[in-house]
T-cell receptor, first 111, second 114 residues
Framework: GENVEQHPSTLSVQEGDSAVIKCTYS??????FPWYKQELGKRPQLIID?????GEKKDQRIAVTLNKTAKHFSLHITETQPEDSAVYFC??????????FGKGTRLSVIA | DAGVTQSPTHLIKTRGQQVTLRCSPK?????VSWYQQALGQGPQFIFQ???????QRGNFPDRFSGHQFPNYSSELNVNALWLGDSALYLC?????????????FGPGTRLTVL
């Protein structure tokens, strides 16, 4: 089955700097890659997703890139703000298979 | 547009007891997936319901069972609770056949087993 590895497990950045979180997946048939943000005690919230027919997608300060050949995808957050502090999860799925999540990255933005 | 809702918010049980958690999907969604999230971990897939049937199942024992009703809402039942079942239980709804099966999560039920 699918296996998703996520790095780093923790990340601290200064406010205004960029943050990058990387994930790799094992199933070459995976075709959908969402990213979720989870604040303490709250639900995971979808912040951006990308499908396998696209190499990059941007939404304001957030972007995701996908390299199908290398089977990895990354989340980029620019101009980080304290409210970006949270745990971020990547995930992957193929067709009707269930979402498989990475173990999460705890991002701390230091003001 | 109602989002995904879950009840109860918190629950405390003792070992050996049984629990039922409930989920109402986002308006217009017909598929419900259940996840277990242990502290400091990513969500782990338990099972998915579509058209009132279990469509897929993760690596969880038979003590975990579920149900989907005609209005697409769903229940998760856990029998013979263990201490290790303490976790945040999340449900996520999606639209079958929707591009990428985008899933939206409910607020979760925090289950504590003593």
């Amino acid at each position: 089955g699918e296996n998703v590895e996520q790095h780093p497990s923790t990340l601290s950045v200064q406010e205004g700097d960029s943050a990058v979180i990387k994930c790799t997946y094992s199933d070459s048939a995976s075709n959908y890659f969402p990213w979720y943000k989870q604040e303490l005690g709250k639900r995971p919230q979808l912040i951006i997703d990308i499908r396998s027919n696209v190499g990059e997608k941007k939404d304001q300060r957030i972007a995701v890139t996908l390299n199908k050949t290398a089977k990895h995808f990354s989340l980029h957050i620019t101009e980080t703000q304290p409210e970006d502090s949270a745990v971020y999860f990547c995930a992957a799925l193929s067709g009707n298979t269930p979402l498989v999540f990475g173990k999460g990255t705890r991002l701390s933005v230091i003001a | 547009d109602a989002g995904v809702t879950q009840s109860p918010t918190h629950l405390i049980k003792t070992r050996g007891q049984q629990v039922t958690l409930r989920c109402s999907p986002k308006s217009g969604h017909d598929t419900v997936s259940w996840y277990q999230q242990a502290l400091g971990q990513g969500p782990q897939f338990i099972f998915q319901y579509y058209e009132e049937e279990e469509r897929q199942r993760g690596n969880f024992p038979d003590r975990f069972s579920g149900h989907q009703f005609p209005n697409y809402s769903s229940e998760l039942n856990v029998n013979a609770l263990w201490l290790g079942d303490s976790a945040l239980y999340l449900c996520a709804s999606s639209l079958a056949g929707g591009a990428g099966n985008t899933q939206y999560f409910g607020p979760g039920t925090r289950l504590t087993v003593l």
